[in-house]
């Protein structure tokens, strides 16, 4: 759990600081915020443990994040992407 947290933290940061992603997968964020979600409720329907709810709230919120970024930044991601590609053939 706190490998999770402690990777999705530089992540955010340094997509913040870039205006950009990336070649961060899209696919793969979006399913890391469906599948701890997915986690969120069966520790509730399972699990009557409120430390093991908060790590997965915790976790759910950064991959959230992670995944509003990638909306956010999708074109910039492009354009990132053209310009190293650019600089490649020169």
């Known amino acids: ?8 933290l530089p992540q955010i940061y340094t997509n913040y600081k870039n205006g950009n992603t990336g070649n961060l997968s899209a696919l793969t ?6 599948g701890s979600s997915a986690r969120i409720f069966t520790t509730l329907q399972e699990v009557d443990d409120f430390n093991i709810l908060i790590g997965f709230l915790l976790s759910t919120s950064l991959n959230i994040i992670l995944a509003i970024q990638i909306i956010y930044y999708w074109n910039s991601t492009k354009v990132a992407q053209k310009k190293v590609a650019d600089k490649k053939k020169k």
């Not at 759990?1 to 999705?8: A, C, F, K, L, N």
């Not at 964020?29 to 469906?34: H, K, L, Y």
């Open 29 to 34: 964020v979006f399913m890391f915020a469906a």
């Open 1 to 8: 759990m706190t490998g999770i947290i402690v990777s999705r």
